[in-house]
Nanobody, 122 residues
Framework: QLQLVESGGGLVQPGGSLRLSCEAS????????ISWFRQAPGKEREAISC????????NYIDSVQGRFTISRDSAKNTVYLQMDSLKPEDTAVYLC???????????????WGQGTQVTVSS
């Protein structure tokens, strides 16, 4: 059974950076399309970035394009989300997920991590 564990969240000032990790156990993460979602208080869970298992294609929502970078280290069975130029509106719980075909639709996600809190505040 695949299990996902996120880490790397924390408190950062606006303009700062964080790198989130999504480490897998129980299966080979490279075989799956992996998305990062986030959920802010009172808001719906939204997909923000995905990396394809087939060709490594990456996609991002407009609000993080150019600031966030998703990547995969197959040797470590880990997917990362490098977040730069962070803004207060990026504050949320960030979760990684197995997201078939990078659909970005939370009800269809098969496996979730537990999430890691990111707070952007001065």
């Amino acid at each position: 059974q695949l299990q996902l564990v996120e880490s790397g969240g924390g408190l950062v000032q606006p303009g700062g950076s964080l790198r989130l990790s999504c480490e897998a156990s129980g299966d080979n993460l490279a075989d799956y399309d992996i998305s990062w979602f986030r959920q802010a208080p009172g808001k719906e869970r939204e997909a923000i970035s995905c990396i394809s298992s087939r060709d490594g294609t990456r996609n991002y929502i407009d609000s993080v394009q150019g600031r966030f970078t998703i990547s995969r280290d197959s040797a470590k069975n880990t997917v990362y989300l490098q977040m730069d130029s962070l803004k207060p509106e990026d504050t949320a719980v960030y979760l990684c997920a197995v997201d078939d075909y990078c659909a970005g639709y939370a009800p269809r996600v098969r496996f979730w991590g537990q999430g890691t809190q990111v707070t952007v505040s001065s």
